[in-house]
């Protein structure tokens, strides 16, 4: 299997053989949406993905960005976090926001061997993720890999579900906050 890291730019011309592995994955999601999202996700600071092929088919993504400062990912977040654990500067957090694997190919590791490979290039100090509220498998598979539960936020206008369960992941020691 082949990992490679993509640009949003990359990214952006590989879109034609992501998108069909998305629709396989998330068959319940609006591809106009998808579209929408991802022209203004892959044009963003920090876009990264990484790619997974066999033979030169692609069998698995995962991308993300980091969380720009006055960012709503944390609007509503229930319950209520300690103060300034959402605070975002555009360089605290990185946002998984799809991982999938096609079909045939699951269940062998090469999930989390995706989202390693992401996380481990990553400079933020933390990353986080959006599960879905009734995908309790998913939900216990990060769990797993060791992410923790933050909380529930709402889902916005645009999104496919009214509720969205947040995880997150400490990737290195937070940088200190003062000079002293
Ligand atoms: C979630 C997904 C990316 C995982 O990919 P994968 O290649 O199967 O992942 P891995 O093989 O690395 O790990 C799967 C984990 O689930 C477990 N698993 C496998 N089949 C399972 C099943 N039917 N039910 C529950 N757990 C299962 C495995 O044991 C493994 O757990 P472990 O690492 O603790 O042993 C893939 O199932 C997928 O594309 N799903 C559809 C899209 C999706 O839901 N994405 C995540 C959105 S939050």
Known sequence: M????LTG??????????EPLYAEAFPE???DDYRWRMRRQMASPGFEAVTARQAAALTGFV????????????????PA???GFTTETGARTFAVIDLAVRRTHRGRGLGRRLLDELLAGRTEERATLATAPHE???QEMYRRW???QVGR???????????FDLYAIDLREPEPTSST
């Open 63 to 78: 991308y993300g960005l980091p969380l720009p400062a006055g960012t709503t990912w944390w609007d509503g977040l229930e």
């Open 2 to 5: 082949d990992l490679a890291h």
């Open 81 to 83: 976090a300690p103060a």
């Open 146 to 148: 060791g992410w923790r």
């Open 29 to 31: 999601s609006d591809l």
């Open 9 to 18: 730019t990359e990214a952006q011309q590989r879109l034609g053989e992501i």
């Open 136 to 138: 309790q498998a998913n």
């Open 153 to 163: 936020v709402p889902g916005g206008a645009k999104e496919t579900l009214a509720a």
